[in-house]
């Protein structure tokens, strides 16, 4: 099991920066692919970016490449979304996941965190 917990969400205006991180609770967590996920008010969740358990390799959503880099620090067991040129339509509950890197790019995660709300005023 593990156990997934978001934290850096809140409210910014269009054009600012967020960082979203997520603390793993696991020993593992180095083996295992990371992702990103959310979902904007009254629409399905969605992909966002996922990185490898090395950081080796990640993907990304058409619509956030360029300004999201997802990023993981092994040594803390904890991964991150840095945000930039945020827009209206960034708005959404920002999900953590976890699982095999494939199946992450896929919209099929293992393990889900909690959420964290992300609101883009314009």
């Known amino acids: 099991q593990v156990q997934l917990v978001e934290s850096g969400g809140g409210l910014v205006q269009a054009g600012g920066s967020l960082r979203l991180s997520c603390a793993a609770s696991r020993h593992t967590f180095s083996s295992v692919a990371m992702g990103w996920f959310r979902q904007p008010p009254g629409k399905e969740r969605e992909f966002v970016a996922a990185?490898?358990?090395?950081?080796?390799?990640?993907d990304y959503a058409d619509s956030v490449k360029g300004r999201f880099t997802i990023s993981r620090d092994n040594a803390k067991n904890a991964v991150y979304l840095q945000m930039n040129s945020l827009k209206p339509e960034d708005t959404a509950i920002y999900y953590c996941?976890?699982?095999?890197?494939?199946?992450?790019?896929?919209?099929?995660?293992?393990?889900w965190g909690q959420g964290t709300q992300v609101t883009v005023s314009s």
């Open positions: 990185i490898s358990w090395n950081g080796g390799n990640a």
């Open positions: 996941a976890a699982g095999f890197f494939s199946a992450l790019v896929d919209g099929r995660p293992n393990y």
